[in-house]
């Protein structure tokens, strides 16, 4: 009888290990300029003191609870204007350091985003004929980790349909008319790609046709899992998987307008937004997004509000290290992991330029209140 081949190798589910590390050993941290993280870090403490305070933040309360972190948000709010030496010694003083890795495998993948700016009109008129919906009434959306622990980090949404809760529209539906006539159009834009890259970005600005400046942020989703369509374009052996960049995605899609439409429609996510005013972009947290310093994260593994140490690459010159303090202000539909990061590069010409072509491999390390409960 001949032998049994070896069983294949099963991936272990997805799952953040902390390894306890020295600030002294982290890449680049004494090069930081580490009172800038202060700010956005303050402003994620201004949402967390708006959560109960026995709240377990993290899988199985890794972070500790909400109350540990507003004894150093306390701490914090006193160094608002200090120097980068004053706001280093702080947070090696209050943090404990960890570098996260997935089952043991520090190395995840990081990209970037940006806040995109459209043309639009508030009427459906001449070259405007492209709706951005606001979310609409019926859309229900839960967090899981509000029923049961292990949920924590995982989001639902859908509607009720007589006593079932089933799944909302995709974005092929919406985009063939399902909520076309119910008032929800918040705006017109004129281009349907622009559209849709500010749904994978999720706020933006829309310059009026009056000459007004429209801030749109995040107001929902429908709930359908993200789809990459620079996926589809290498599974289709369209673009080889290291020519996928968000400015070779666009340029197939103008160079192939009869195909746009079909091929976005691959990604059934759809967002929906709401006019914002104020400084900048709002996150998932809810705190204003900083450029350079804001993270967006996967919530099931990163709670928000935390610094993290960024070790990557800069995406202008894939030689150079970026290495810097920044804070899990944000998620998104395509971040996924324990060690995954989409950082926010704000807004113009040169941050869309940065975000549409990182992807990089990288690290991150988490800060932790030394004295936090489990």
Sequence with gaps: MAPKAPAPDVPLPAKLVLESVSPATVPGWTDDRHAEALRPFLKSCERLARLPPERALGPDGVAGRVADWLRVCRDAEALSSADD???????????????????????????????????????????????????????????????????SGQRIAGRVVGNRFVPYVSRAEIEAGALAGKGLELLWVDDAVDAFFLHVQGSGRVVMDDGREVRLGYAGANGHPYASIGAELIRRGTLAREDVTMQSIRAWLAENPNAAGELMAKNPSYVFFQINSGEGPLG?????????RSLAVDPKFIPLGIPLWLDTRDPADGRVPLRRLVVAQDTGGAIRGPVRGDLFWGAGAAAAERAGRMKEEGRYFLLLPKDRTN
Excluded: H
């Excluded at 495998?105 to 990081?110: D, E, N, R, T, V």
């Excluded at 459906?124 to 509000?146: C, K, M, N």
């Excluded at 998932?284 to 350079?292: D, F, I, K, N």
């Design 85 to 151: 030496a004053t706001a280093r010694k702080f947070f090696e003083s209050a943090f404990a350091f960890y570098r996260a890795t997935d089952n043991g495998k520090p190395a995840g993948l990081f990209t970037g985003y940006y806040e995109p700016e459209l043309r639009g009109a508030w009427r459906r008129e001449g070259r405007f004929r492209v709706p951005l919906y606001a979310r609409p009434s019926d859309l229900i959306s839960a967090d899981l980790g509000e029923f049961r622990p292990d949920w």
């Design 284 to 292: 998932s947290q809810g705190a204003a997004l900083t450029p350079g």
